[in-house]
Each structure stands twice: as structure tokens, then as C-alpha cells.
């Protein structure tokens, strides 16, 4: 029997979509927080810059929705 994945109910909110993502010191590239909001998403990465442990912080966006063209009907 096959695996299958329930479709998201479109009532329902998105998931957290805001990531802060760092380099560790062994060059592994971790996600450290995933957040609903990117204010929220900002207020950790300030946190994460001042403290200094991790190198190259950054805050991943959610990807855009692809708009589609008449044409790609």
C-alpha cells in the first residue's frame, strides 16, 4: 500500500515559513529558528549576530508563488 500525503486544507494558516539559518564552526550549515513572521525572524537573527557563535546568519523568505501566464495553460 502506497504512502499517501494529506493535502493541506486551504482555511488552514501556512506553516513557519521564516528561517534563520547560520554556518557551525565544522562548516555545517544549520537552521537555528523557523518563525510565522519575519519580525519575529529578525528579532532572533539580531540575538544570533550579538552573540557571535555562529558564522554567515541569514533569514531565508518563503519562496514566491509562481504566477502563471495564460500562455502556461
Known amino acids: 500500500m502506497?504512502?499517501?500525503r494529506n493535502t493541506k486544507d486551504?482555511?488552514?494558516p501556512p506553516g513557519?515559513?521564516?528561517r534563520v539559518q547560520a554556518?557551525?564552526?565544522d562548516g555545517l550549515v544549520v537552521?537555528?529558528?523557523k518563525y510565522d513572521t519575519q519580525a519575529t525572524a529578525e528579532t532572533d537573527f539580531n540575538r544570533i549576530v550579538e552573540e557571535g557563535?555562529?558564522?554567515k546568519p541569514r533569514i531565508v523568505?518563503?519562496?514566491e508563488e509562481p504566477v502563471?501566464?495564460?500562455t502556461d495553460a
Do not use: I, M, R, V
Open 68 to 70: 502563471l501566464d495564460s
Open 31 to 33: 537552521t537555528l529558528g
Open 10 to 12: 486551504p482555511d488552514e
Open 23 to 25: 554556518e557551525s564552526n
Open 16 to 18: 513557519k515559513q521564516w
Open 61 to 63: 523568505s518563503p519562496p
Open 53 to 55: 557563535f555562529y558564522q
Open 2 to 4: 502506497a504512502y499517501q
